[in-house]
C-alpha cells in the first residue's frame, strides 16, 4: 500500500515570506500519480495540481512551485511572497488513482499579515 | 457551473437511525468517490466507483454502503450510524482515475 508523509503539522509565516510544505510518499507502483489539494477555513478541497511518476520537472504556477524527485520521494510545494489567502491545510496525496489514492495528514500553513 | 454538491451540509443523528447522504455531478464524470476526513488521520477513502453498476470498497468502508444506479448521482447510506462515524465527509469526482478530483462541500455528519 502507498503512503504519504507530510511531516509538517502546522507552519506559521509572516506575509511575503517563502514557504516549502514537504510531501514524502512510499509506493512500489511504478507508474503513480501525485497531488496537491487545499482546504481553505471554509472547508472545502481545491485541486491544486497532479504530477506523473514519468514527469520529474518541476511546475510553477504563479506564486506556487512544485518540486517531484523520485530519488527521494518527495514532491514539495513551495509557495512564493506567501499572502494571506494562502492559510489553508494542504494535502498531499499518492496513488495509481481514484480507486487507490493515499493522501497525508496535511499541513496547516497560516500566514500572518 | 461545474460542481459536485451534497446534501445534507450538516447532520445530527442518533446511533442507529438509518441516513442517507446524496452527491451529485453534473460533469459527466466516470470516477466518484467517498472520503472522511478525520483530524490527525487526513483523508481516507470509504468507497469508489468507476461507473455506473461499479462500485468497490476504498480503506475504510465498515459501516457504510453506497449506490451507482446513474452516473451523475452517488449516495453514501449508512445503514446503522455509531458514534466512531461522527466526521466530515466529501464527495468527490473526476473524468478519469488518473486525474484531480473535483470535491463537494463536505457534509457534517454527529452521530449521539
Known amino acids: 500500500a502507498q503512503k504519504v508523509t507530510q511531516a509538517q503539522t502546522e507552519i506559521s509565516v509572516v506575509e511575503k515570506e517563502d514557504v516549502t510544505l514537504d510531501c514524502v510518499y512510499e509506493t512500489r507502483d511504478t507508474t503513480y500519480y501525485l497531488f496537491w489539494y487545499k482546504q481553505p477555513p471554509s472547508g472545502e478541497l481545491v485541486f491544486l495540481i497532479r504530477?506523473?511518476?514519468?514527469?520529474?520537472q518541476n511546475e510553477i504556477s504563479g506564486r506556487y512551485s512544485w518540486n517531484f524527485q523520485k530519488s527521494t520521494s518527495s514532491f514539495n510545494f513551495t509557495i512564493t511572497a506567501s499572502q494571506v489567502v494562502d492559510s489553508a491545510v494542504y494535502f498531499c496525496?499518492?496513488?495509481?488513482?481514484?480507486?487507490?489514492?493515499?493522501f497525508g495528514t496535511g499541513t496547516r500553513l497560516t500566514v500572518i499579515p | 457551473e461545474a460542481q459536485v454538491t451534497q446534501n445534507p451540509r450538516y447532520l445530527i443523528t442518533v446511533t442507529g437511525k438509518k441516513l442517507t447522504v446524496t452527491c451529485s455531478q453534473n460533469?459527466?464524470?466516470?470516477?466518484m468517490s467517498w472520503y472522511r476526513q478525520d483530524p490527525g488521520l487526513g483523508l481516507r477513502q470509504i468507497y469508489y466507483s468507476m461507473n455506473v453498476e461499479v462500485t468497490d470498497k476504498g480503506d475504510v468502508p465498515e459501516g457504510y454502503k453506497v449506490s451507482r444506479k446513474e452516473k451523475r448521482n452517488f449516495p453514501l447510506i449508512l445503514e446503522s450510524p455509531s458514534p466512531n462515524q461522527t466526521s466530515l465527509y466529501f464527495c468527490a469526482s473526476s473524468l478519469e482515475g488518473s486525474l484531480g478530483q473535483y470535491f463537494g462541500p463536505g457534509t457534517r455528519l454527529t452521530v449521539t
Open positions: 496525496a499518492s496513488g495509481t488513482g481514484a480507486n487507490n489514492l493515499f
Open positions: 504530477r506523473n511518476s514519468f514527469d520529474e
Open positions: 460533469m459527466n464524470h466516470e470516477y
